[in-house]
């Protein structure tokens, strides 16, 4: 991965990202080098960084075998702290919204496709579930659909699940609704945008009173007649 790296709020990201990303797979690049990169680089253990512009040349490395499936990777919650399930098969975007999750005081745990989220969902709860929707072997309306038709017990069924997709069309929106979703946020996601969501759905077991009205579903929503 290449991260342009001439600011201290990048070398803060890559710092909280550590955890989550292999440092031989990191390579910073700075406008000029300096003792302050060459400092933060040595802390983070990344093994180079470029000087921009870069050359092909400079990226030229040993191969490296691509890395298998990842474990769930859960970060410990402190007491009363809301437990978000963040279900992405991509592993950057998962570092992303995770810290973004933190940042906001949350606690996170991963699975990065459908069949490890309905076997995590099975035998933990969460106060919430971010939901990736295209994924290679299940997407996330299959999944949703599953865990509302009670796959993973009865807490799958009602707990909140959030959308995460590229897909922002009205027929997009309505096929999350329909699936069970209870609202839908489109990538990249906004941290202030993501921490208002969690909030909403998190004030209360399956979310405040005012979370489905603010949410991104509310101008399809029909309510019953009678």
């Not at 009865?154 to 699940?161: A, L, Q």
């Amino acid at each position: 991965m290449l991260v342009a790296a001439d600011t201290d709020v990048a070398w803060a990201f890559l710092e909280a990202a550590m955890p989550w990303l292999d440092p031989e797979r990191v390579i910073g690049m700075t406008q000029v080098e300096s003792h302050e990169a060459d400092a933060a680089r040595e802390r983070l253990r990344l093994p180079r960084s470029v000087v921009k512009p870069v050359l092909r040349a400079a990226l030229d490395g040993p191969r490296l075998s691509p890395p298998g499936p990842a474990a769930p990777v859960t970060v410990p919650a402190a007491l009363g702290t809301k437990h978000v399930l963040v279900v992405e098969d991509d592993r950057l975007n998962q570092t992303i919204v995770c810290s973004m999750l933190h940042h906001a005081g949350y606690t996170t745990t991963t699975a990065e496709n459908g069949a490890q989220a309905l076997d995590m969902m099975s035998r933990q709860m969460f106060d919430l579930v971010l939901m990736d929707w295209q994924m290679p072997d299940m997407d996330g309306l299959e999944v949703t659909r599953r865990l509302r038709a009670g796959a993973a017990g009865r807490y799958g069924t009602v707990v909140p699940i959030v959308a995460l997709t590229a897909n922002a069309f009205a027929e997009d929106r309505a096929a999350c609704l329909a699936a069970g979703m209870n609202d839908f946020l489109t990538k990249p996601v906004l941290a202030a945008k993501l921490a208002e969501t969690a909030r909403r759905w998190t004030a209360l077991p399956g979310g405040d009173e005012q979370a489905f009205s603010s949410s991104n579903f509310a101008d399809l929503y029909e309510p019953p007649q009678g």
